[in-house]
Nanobody
Framework: QVQLVESGGGSVQAGGSLRLSCAASGNTYGTRCMGWFRQGPGKEREWVAQ?????????????YYADPMKGRFTISQVNAKNTVYLQMNRLKPEDAAMYFCAARLFTCRVPASPTSYTYWGQGTQVTVSS
C-alpha cells in the first residue's frame, strides 16, 4: 500500500503561483510513476502532469504535461523525501479545482488516464480569482 498526502493548495489571484506537494509513504518501491490530476465542480477528473519515479530502479525522471499546462506547470521529485511537487505559475481562473496526487504501478503513459492509477491522495483545493 502507498499513502499519498497533498498540501500547498490555497487561494491566489490570476497570474500568481502556487506549489503543491505530495508526500508518499508505504511501499513506494512498487510504484513507477506519479501524477497530478484535477477536478473542478461538475467536471471530470483531468490529467495535469506526471513523472516517472522509478520505484527504486534505474530510470529517467521523464516528465509529461497536458497541453494547457505546458510552459506554466512544472512537476519534480525529491526521492530522498519521497515527495513530488507541482509548481504552478501564471495561474488562470480555469485552473481552479481540487488537485489530486496519484501513483501508478507502471511507467508513465501519455495520455494519462485516472483509471490507470492505483493510489490517490485526498486532494488539495486551488482557488484562482480573476
Amino acid at each position: 500500500q502507498v499513502q499519498l498526502v497533498e498540501s500547498g493548495g490555497g487561494s491566489v489571484q490570476a497570474g500568481g503561483s502556487l506549489r503543491l506537494s505530495c508526500a508518499a509513504s508505504g511501499n513506494t518501491y512498487g510504484t513507477r510513476c506519479m501524477g497530478w490530476f484535477r477536478q473542478g465542480p461538475g467536471k471530470e477528473r483531468e490529467w495535469v502532469a506526471q513523472i516517472n519515479t522509478g520505484g527504486g530502479t534505474t530510470y529517467y525522471a521523464t516528465t509529461y504535461y497536458a497541453d494547457p499546462m505546458k510552459g506554466r506547470f512544472t512537476i519534480s521529485q525529491v526521492n530522498a523525501k519521497n515527495t513530488v511537487y507541482l509548481q504552478m505559475n501564471r495561474l488562470k481562473p480555469e485552473d481552479a479545482a481540487m488537485y489530486f496526487c496519484a501513483a501508478r504501478l507502471f511507467t508513465c503513459r501519455v495520455p494519462a488516464s485516472p483509471t490507470s492509477y492505483t493510489y490517490w491522495g485526498q486532494g488539495t483545493q486551488v482557488t484562482v480569482s480573476s
